[in-house]
């Protein structure tokens, strides 16, 4: 599907609504069609032949690759100026083919102590079962020292672009020099942040992931996922031999086997994502789920504008509560993380914030039992404002000592910032406040 527009110069505001998508090519649909098919007919047997062979790229099977799928796939690669994407049936399926595509067959990923609560768990629970081995760095934000940390079979570095619930902020260039300088990727889960606050390629990330289910949608109506790749980095290197491995499966037309480096020359990771993983582990997105994606992106930049915008007010007013011990954000100008924000940000360091709730467990409890409007529950980026006890819920799968080095103490609390209008979020937590207090 070669399409005008990816050519083009057209900014951001106008990409999240037309990349990767013409209306000519779809009977002149307005709204990219949900092509709700399992599979597509070949032409002939040489069209077959050739869609096997991957000598030519179309439409075969919905597991492997849909119309409508690859709408979103075009259009988030134009967003973060990558140079491949695979769409997914979740995050977490986006961050285990990554780690699996990048890792295979054993060896180390370093990572930070500051990482989605799924994430976290499995790595340590899951990977080291399959090889591969995670070592959480203690140097993750002093980059200087952190080329200490990586091991002769260390296969990438993995972050997160903000960290939920502490927003902690990495200086993700100074990360991707020293992995350069080893000889392997940045792989950075720019979920909280999305394309609209963060371009990660841009700041030397090789791999982007995304869990498209929070703010890229921004309507909590689906699971979704995406890996991206920004084509740069080297993979004909012996660290890495999955990509120079040739398969009969890649033959050419005098069928010499080939490589995902030489049939992919520009998006070998994500090429291999897509015929190894997704076609035999098969976290297929759905085209329906891939159109809710298309019709959230279609509005992200005003969303996250308002939520940054609304988690700044919150921010400020729960500074100034008494039954406040601390508020964390990076928009704060008192936030450890200010300066980065500044420096990487400019337009705001996401909808999400987290405060220390004073008083004791029970007043802890009453307050979220009395929030009305907030939805009490374990989503991020929604249009609707959310609450949430992360040590609790999200993080409860933390032991006592990670959640220390995670710092993410039992008193927190996590808001996710929606569009509503902020003096009825203020009121909310006002009320659920003075309950908690009587
Ligand atoms: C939610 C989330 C994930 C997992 O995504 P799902 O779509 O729920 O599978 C991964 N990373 C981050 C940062 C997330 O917030």
Redesign the pocket.
């Known amino acids: 599907m070669a399409n005008e527009l990816e050519k083009t110069t057209y900014r951001f505001d106008t990409q999240r609504l037309r990349a990767g998508y013409d209306p000519k090519e779809h009977n002149y649909a307005v709204s990219p069609p949900i092509y709700q098919t399992t599979s597509f007919d070949f032409r002939d047997v040489e069209h077959a032949k050739a869609l096997f062979g991957l000598r030519e790229l179309g439409n075969l099977y919905t597991r492997i690759g849909n119309p409508t799928v690859a709408v979103l796939e075009q259009r988030i690669a134009a967003l973060d100026g990558a140079s491949g994407a695979v769409a997914l049936s979740?995050?977490?399926?986006?961050?285990s083919y990554t780690l699996l595509n990048v890792a295979e067959g054993g060896g180390r990923i370093l990572t930070s102590p500051y990482?989605?609560g799924?994430?976290a768990d499995s790595f340590k629970k899951v990977y080291p079962k399959f090889g591969i081995t995670f070592d959480f760095a203690k140097n993750i934000e002093n980059p200087e020292k952190l080329a200490e940390e990586i091991k002769p079979d260390t296969k990438a570095i993995y972050v997160?672009s903000i960290?939920?619930p502490n927003g902690v902020l990495l200086d993700i260039d100074a990360i991707a020099k020293v992995a350069h300088e080893h000889g392997i990727p940045l792989i950075v889960?720019n979920?909280?942040a999305t394309p609209y606050l963060y371009n990660p390629i841009s700041h030397g990330a090789d791999i982007v992931?995304?869990?498209?289910?929070?703010g890229l949608t921004g309507h909590g109506n689906v699971?979704?996922?995406l890996v991206l790749e920004s084509g740069k980095f080297n993979w004909q290197s012996d660290k890495f031999p999955q990509f120079s491995e040739k398969y009969y499966t890649l033959r050419d037309i005098n069928d010499n086997n080939r490589s995902f480096l030489e049939v992919f020359p520009e998006a070998p990771f994500t090429g291999r994502i897509r015929f190894n993983y997704l076609n035999y582990f098969g976290a297929a997105l759905s085209p329906f789920d891939a159109y809710l994606v298309l019709i959230g992106l279609e509005t992200l930049s005003e969303r996250i504008e308002k939520q940054v915008r609304n988690a700044g007010i919150l921010a400020e007013y729960l500074k100034t509560h008494k039954s406040v011990e601390w508020v964390r954000y990076p928009g704060l100008k008192d936030s450890p993380y200010h300066e980065l924000a500044q420096r990487d940000f400019p337009k705001g360091a996401g909808g999400i914030l987290s405060f220390g709730f004073k008083g004791t467990t029970e007043q802890r409890e009453a307050f979220l039992n009395s929030v009305k409007l907030f939805n009490y529950h374990v989503?991020?980026?929604d249009a609707r404002s959310l609450i949430v006890n992360s040590p609790q819920t999200t993080h409860s799968e933390l032991e006592p000592e990670e959640k220390k080095i995670a710092d993410i103490p039992e008193n927190l609390i996590r808001i996710s910032a929606g569009l509503e209008d902020p003096a009825d979020l203020i009121a909310d937590l006002e009320q659920a406040f003075e309950k908690a207090n009587t």
Request: no cysteine.
């Open positions: 979740s995050g977490m399926a986006a961050v990482l989605y799924g994430s997160e960290s939920n889960d979920t909280v992931v995304y869990s498209a289910t929070k699971i979704a996922g989503n991020i980026g």
